[in-house]
């Protein structure tokens, strides 16, 4: 069955009066807020270049946009260096963009966090920008095995509701890139999107069923190898997340992302990065929260569309 891209739905704008206060909802409860536990993995934004422009990218990569700038190998070297100092006990890095092998600096970024001791996981549309550089990925492959892991972004398992996202000519280079990657036997998970509304069986189902074709062992079943992310967009509506939420839906503030992870960013002409408090909220300065790990430590108030949809209601997570 070959599925086409699917029709736009006409969805509740969101509430204008929502996600104001950081205190407080707009029905005046307060609101759900999440202390960092520990910092389990540091993700890295190398820039919001990107190769393609999608068409509801959450961070707005395209050729154009270079709002979140190159960050250097030098300056992801300080935080690695500010990890091993304050003995964070940190496992994972997480290098995304934009796309992370426009960056100039990506390999020597790659060394350090893996020579570092580092799980390094890295963000990919696995096209031209990735292939550029196999010779030099296969060596880090030879060195660190799978201490390397790319997760590459297939948004459908068709290349019709794929590219309807992606834009067209995407589907075939990222299919060769990904062949390459499985060839090769790099540590590699998927990125799926809910784009066409079907139920979460049948899409693994139709994942798998690439992957057989393509000869990749990947276990779609495996919620870690084939992450499936919801859609998200900040003018819809969502509900507010309130303390009281915690025990109606069941879940524990040390389930979101921000009790595990940081995000450093570089702003187009900035002195330097800053820390944010995760991969979804770049821009947003409510959730800058300093230049250092250290200044970093402070309780996230869920006061954003995305921490609803995403974390809370959708039970996602951007790490491993």
């Given at each position: 069955?070959?599925?086409?891209?699917?029709?736009?739905?006409?969805?509740k704008?969101?509430?204008?009066?929502?996600?104001?206060?950081?205190?407080?909802?707009?029905?005046?409860?307060p609101?759900?807020?999440?202390?960092?536990?520990r910092?389990?993995?540091?993700?890295?934004?190398?820039?919001?270049?990107c190769n393609?422009?999608?068409?509801?990218?959450?961070?707005?990569?395209?050729?154009?946009?270079?709002?979140?700038a190159?960050?250097?190998?030098?300056?992801?070297k300080?935080?690695?260096?500010?990890?091993?100092?304050?003995?964070?006990?940190?496992?994972?890095?997480?290098?995304?963009?934009?796309?992370?092998?426009?960056?100039?600096d990506?390999l020597?970024?790659?060394?350090d966090?893996?020579?570092?001791?580092?799980?390094?996981?890295?963000?990919?549309?696995?096209?031209?920008?990735?292939q550029?550089?196999?010779?030099?990925l296969?060596?880090?492959?030879?060195?660190?095995?799978?201490?390397?892991?790319?997760?590459?972004?297939?948004?459908?398992?068709?290349?019709?509701?794929?590219?309807?996202e992606?834009?067209?000519?995407t589907?075939?280079?990222?299919?060769k890139?990904?062949?390459?990657?499985?060839?090769?036997?790099?540590?590699?998970?998927?990125a799926?999107?809910k784009?066409s509304?079907?139920?979460?069986?049948?899409?693994?189902?139709?994942y798998?069923?690439?992957?057989a074709?393509?000869?990749?062992?990947?276990?779609?079943?495996?919620p870690?190898r084939?992450?499936?992310f919801?859609e998200?967009?900040?003018?819809v509506?969502?509900?507010?997340?309130s303390?009281g939420?915690?025990?109606?839906?069941d879940?524990?503030?040390?389930?979101m992302?921000?009790?595990?992870?940081?995000?450093?960013?570089?702003?187009?002409?900035?002195?330097?990065p800053?820390?944010?408090?995760?991969?979804?909220?770049?821009?947003?300065?409510?959730f800058?929260?300093?230049?250092t790990l250290?200044?970093?430590?402070?309780?996230?108030?869920?006061?954003?569309?995305?921490?609803?949809?995403?974390?809370?209601l959708?039970?996602?997570?951007?790490?491993?």
């Open positions: 069955m070959t599925l086409a891209a699917p029709a736009p739905l006409a969805l704008p969101l509430d204008p009066a929502k996600f104001r206060d950081a205190d407080r909802t707009a029905k005046g409860e609101r759900a807020r999440v202390a960092l536990k910092l389990e993995t540091l993700w890295v934004n190398t820039g919001t270049l393609i422009t999608c068409l509801n990218c959450y961070i707005e990569s395209s050729p154009k946009n270079d709002r979140l190159y960050i250097s190998r030098a300056e992801v300080a935080y690695l260096d500010e990890i091993a100092a304050q003995g964070l006990g940190t496992r994972e890095i997480g290098l995304t963009g934009g796309e992370p092998f426009m960056n100039p990506v020597g970024i790659l060394e966090c893996l020579s570092g001791g580092f799980r390094t996981l890295v963000l990919t549309n696995a096209m031209r920008p990735m550029r550089h196999a010779k030099a296969l060596a880090l492959r030879e060195r660190y095995g799978d201490q390397l892991a790319l997760r590459v972004s297939i948004d459908h398992y068709g290349p019709a509701v794929h590219e309807a992606r834009g067209p000519r589907w075939e280079p990222l299919m890139g990904l062949r390459w990657l499985g060839q090769h036997g790099f540590n590699l998970a998927v799926g999107r784009l509304g079907e139920a979460e069986g049948a899409m693994r189902a139709g798998a069923r690439l992957f074709e393509l000869g990749i062992p990947l276990d779609t079943q495996d870690s084939l992450v499936l919801p998200m967009d900040e003018r509506d969502v509900p507010e997340v303390t939420c915690w025990a109606i839906l879940k524990h503030p040390d389930q992302m921000c009790a595990s992870s940081r995000m450093v960013v570089k702003r187009k002409g900035a002195d330097g800053a820390v944010v408090a995760c991969t979804l909220l770049p821009y947003d300065p409510r800058e929260l300093g230049g250290a200044d970093s430590r402070k309780v996230v108030p869920l006061n954003h569309p995305h921490c609803a949809k995403f974390c809370v959708g039970g996602a997570s951007c790490s491993a």
